[in-house]
């Protein structure tokens, strides 16, 4: 920049500028092209006035650089920024700024220098701080020789500085008995300040705006700046400049989030503007990150057409890689954990990365094996019971996805089948319960016979009503047993049968 300012104050040749831009512009880095874009917006209506045809080459190398070299979106950005400042002039950079106009043009000397020159002396020992025993002496001598170049308007200063001995000790004691008399002076209750003539009068208060018009008013300028603009790039810019308060970033982002969702069918227009604002500055990449995580655990109050809108930009984001995949770490897929705005959600967002990035890419990304990764999907492929597993993969195969959810089915095989061990236990509780029916069974058996015996060898009349009771008892014990036996023979068939 000290040479762009050389230049401009015509105490540098512009073959020297000129030299700069062209050694930084012919191995294009992201480095090299960002200084050569701040140099010439310092430098570049200089150039348009002396030498606008050479400018026009040093353009038409910045606009191959935009469209063939491959640099970060951010440095594009500020290429297309550098575009729209020559297209305005240069008007917030002029050649010189107003009261530095100090040189008549006859007494200018410019130093013709260039970066090929074979006497040039680099002096690199400037680059090394030394310590200056003479600092003092040294800044004298500058003063002296600045008064000489400025005139004698900053020395008439500098020599009120150095003497303000005395008027400095006037003044010291004229700020003592100010402060004293000011020290009589005291507050009365409720932040009243009570003054020298005894009257009180209200001290400053600090109004707190609960109404929210400021926000309401910088709602008001993104909608317009997004909607005015004819192209994706204007938007950008126009965001970008739009003076914003500590604190209240979060709020662009949701008004583009919103602007997309209340389109009738979903824009690519808005994609482009929520993927420029990401890569320019990854605080807009932060704010949509957190957009994401409320959206998604709000998504049941908005309409159809709304959550569509929003999966898809969201979808471009994670495609062209403007926001991080951790964001998914808020989705769980599982019955209970999701509602059918949520899924609707999903699908769309899914289906648009596959159509996006391709089903392979897609899962590739999805089942990669860093740790981050792995931590963050993990609710999107519950492991956690054969319930949760079973619906993630019947909905990932009803919405066209059933191939990444072969790592799911492999798990869900080699799980612990809970009915199994349920019909463990019931054959255990089976047989108990048949050798309890077969000895209740040999007990009627035996106290009939019994019963039989004690009649033939006493002859006594046995009534007539106990013997039914003692029938019905046994014919029941018997059912009881028949059941049992037919239902373990047919679980043995079918145990045989797997």
Known sequence: MFIAHLTNQRVAHEVLALQILTLLL???TDDSVEIAVS??????????????????AVFDTFRSILHEADIDKRVQYMIEVLFQYRRDGFKDNPVIPDGLDLVEIEEQIVHEVALDDDDLDGQDELNVFRRDDNFEDNESKYDDIKREILGDGDGSEVSE??????????SDTESESESEAEGTEG?????????????????????????????????????????SSLSFEEAAHKLLKIEIRPG????????????????????TFFGLIGERLCKVNRTWAKGFSLAFGSCYECIHRYETNHIRNIAHFFAHLLASDALRWSILEVVILTEEATTSSSRIFLKILLQDLAESLGLKTLSERLKS?????????????????????????????????GAITEE??????????????????GSETTAAAIQEADLTALLALILIQELLQDRIRARVPILIPQIKILDQKVNQTYVVVVGIMRHQKKRKSKLQAM
């Open 187 to 227: 507050k009365a209750e409720g932040g009243a300040v009570l003054t020298k003539s005894g009257l009180e009068t209200p001290a400053t208060q600090r109004i707190h705006d609960l109404t929210e018009t400021e926000m309401v008013n910088l709602r008001r300028t993104i909608y317009l700046a997004i909607m």
């Open 408 to 425: 799911m089915r492999e798990w869900l095989k080699s799980a612990p089948n809970p009915a199994a061990a349920s019909s463990d236990s």
């Open 369 to 401: 094996t860093e740790p981050q990764m792995s931590e963050t999907v993990k609710g999107m492929f519950p492991s956690d019971s054969a319930k949760s597993t079973r619906f993630a993969i019947n909905y990932y195969t009803s919405i066209g996805l």
């Open 248 to 267: 209240e970033e979060q709020e662009l982002c949701n008004m583009v989030i919103e602007c997309c969702s209340q389109e009738r069918t979903y824009k």
């Open 26 to 28: 012919e191995n294009p």
């Open 161 to 170: 500085k150095d003497s303000g001995g005395e008027s400095g000790s006037e």
């Open 39 to 56: 140099f010439m917006r310092e430098v570049g209506a200089f150039l348009a006035e002396i030498v606008p045809r050479v400018l026009n």
